[in-house]
C-alpha cells in the first residue's frame, strides 16, 4: 500500500491520536518528558538546545540531552543560524542515538535573536531552506522538521514560503504557532491560518498555540484539519491534558483534574526527578504550585514549599495539596474551570 506523503516522517506518529509535547525551554527536560508520555503524550521534543552550545561542549547543553529507553520517540529541537553547524551537531547527535531533528524558526526571546536563530531566521527563509538541507544531508529522509511562526513582523507572513522550502530541503513535518514573532505570546493564536499552510505544502502540518485544554486540542483539529497537534503551556499546567484529548476524541469527556489526581501526578513527577534528575531539588519545589494555579490557599502552600530543604519535607506539603481543590461539581469547581487566567 502507498505511504501518503504527510506519514513519510520516519518512525514518528503525526497523527491526531498523537499528540506532542512542544519544546520548551526550562520544562521539557527528561522527567516531565516522561510524566506527559505516562500520561498520553506520543513525542515529546527536548528543550531547544544550541548548536554552537553543542559544538563548543558548553556545560549547559549536554544534561538538555539527558534521555533513557522509555523517552522515545523522542525529538531534539536544535537552534542556531549557520547550517554547517548544524551539519556538525547532527553528526554527533547521531552517534549518540538520536534520530529525529527539529529546527526552531520560532523563537522571538531576545537572547535568541541576537544570534540570528530562533524566529529571526523567518526574515531569511532561504537560510531556513539551507540549514534543513543540511539537517538532512546528515540525518536523512523523514528525520527532520521545523517549527515556524507566521513571520517575523505582523503581516509580514512568510510561513508558506518557508514550507515550500522545507519541502524542497526534504523536511518531513512543519509545525506552526500561528502567531508573528514580534506578538511574542500576546494577542491570540490565529488559526485560520493553519488551513493556508496545510493548502500550500504536503509535509504534515502539526499545530502550536493557545491549545490550553483537550477541548482546544480537538477544535483546533476540526476546525483547521491539521496532521496532528502539540501541547505546551497547557501541559504545564495539566500533563494530564494529553489523556484528557484522547479521550474527548473518542467523545468521552473527562472532567478537569481533582485534588487526588493533582496530587498523584505531582508525586509521579517528583519519583521521576528523583529517579532522572537528582539535583533537580529546587526546580521541582518551584513547578508544584503551577499544577496548582488558581486554588484558594496556594499563596500559603507555596511559602510552605520554599521553607522545604530537603524530598521528605516536600512529601509532607505534598499530602496537602488535594484538600485545596475545590469538591467536584461546587461552584467552586466551575469558577475554577472557567478561570482563563489560569493559563497565562
Ligand atoms: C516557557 C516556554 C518555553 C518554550 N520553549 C520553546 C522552545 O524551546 N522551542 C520552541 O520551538 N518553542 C518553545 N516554546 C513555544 C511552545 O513550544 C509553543 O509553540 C507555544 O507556547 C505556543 O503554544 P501554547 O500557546 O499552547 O503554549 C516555549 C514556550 C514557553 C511558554
Keep these: 500500500m502507498d505511504t501518503p506523503p504527510h506519514h513519510a516522517s520516519d518512525g514518528l506518529p503525526i ?22 508520555r505516562r500520561l498520553g503524550a506520543a513525542v515529546a521534543c527536548t528543550e ?9 561542549g558548553t556545560k549547559a547543553t549536554m544534561p538538555l540531552l539527558a534521555t533513557c529507553a522509555e523517552d522515545a520517540p523522542l525529538v531534539v529541537q536544535l537552534f542556531g543560524a549557520e547550517p554547517e553547524e548544524f551539519t556538525r551537531a547532527v553528526d554527533m547527535l547521531l552517534p549518540l542515538g538520536f534520530t529525529h531533528f527539529d529546527l526552531n524558526a520560532g523563537c522571538p526571546v531576545r537572547k535568541v535573536l541576537k544570534s540570528g536563530s530562533g524566529s529571526a531566521l ?51 513535518w512543519i509545525t506552526l504557532h500561528p502567531r508573528w514573532a514580534r506578538q511574542m505570546f500576546t494577542g491570540q493564536a490565529h488559526h485560520l491560518r493553519l ?13 502550536s498555540g493557545d491549545l490550553f485544554t483537550a477541548a482546544d486540542g480537538v477544535r483546533c483539529l476540526q476546525e483547521t484539519g491539521v496532521a496532528g497537534i502539540m501541547f505546551a503551556r497547557g501541559a504545564l499546567y495539566d500533563p494530564g491534558v494529553f489523556g484528557r484529548y484522547l479521550g474527548l476524541l473518542e467523545g468521552r469527556s473527562r472532567p478537569d483534574p481533582s485534588g487526588p489526581e493533582v496530587a498523584a501526578l505531582v508525586r509521579t513527577h517528583m519519583e521521576l526527578v528523583r529517579a532522572f534528575d537528582p539535583g533537580g531539588f529546587r526546580k521541582m519545589r518551584s513547578i508544584i504550585p503551577r499544577y496548582l494555579r488558581g486554588l484558594d490557599g496556594i499563596k500559603k502552600l507555596r511559602t510552605q514549599l520554599l521553607a522545604c530543604p530537603d524530598w521528605e519535607s516536600l512529601d509532607q506539603v505534598v499530602e496537602e495539596i488535594a484538600a485545596l481543590f475545590p469538591a467536584p461539581g461546587s461552584p467552586a469547581a466551575e469558577a475554577l474551570q472557567t478561570r482563563t487566567d489560569r493559563f497565562l
Design 48 to 56: 531547544m538546545v544550541s548548536v554552537r552550545g553543542l559544538l563548543y
Design 195 to 207: 488551513p493556508e499552510l496545510i493548502q500550500a505544502t504536503t509535509l504534515p502540518v502539526l499545530a
Design 122 to 172: 523567518l526574515k531569511d527563509p532561504e537560510r531556513i531552506g539551507n540549514i534543513l538541507s543540511a539537517m538532512v544531508r546528515s540525518a536523512g529522509p523523514g528525520r527532520v522538521g521545523v517549527k515556524i511562526r507566521l513571520g517575523f513582523e505582523p503581516g509580514q507572513a512568510v510561513f508558506t514560503d518557508v514550507a515550500r522550502r522545507a519541502e524542497d530541503a526534504g523536511a518531513a
Design 15 to 36: 497523527r491526531p491520536e498523537a499528540p506532542w509535547l512542544a519544546p520548551l525551554a526550562g520544562y521539557s527536560d527528561l522527567p516531565f518528558r516522561l510524566l506527559c
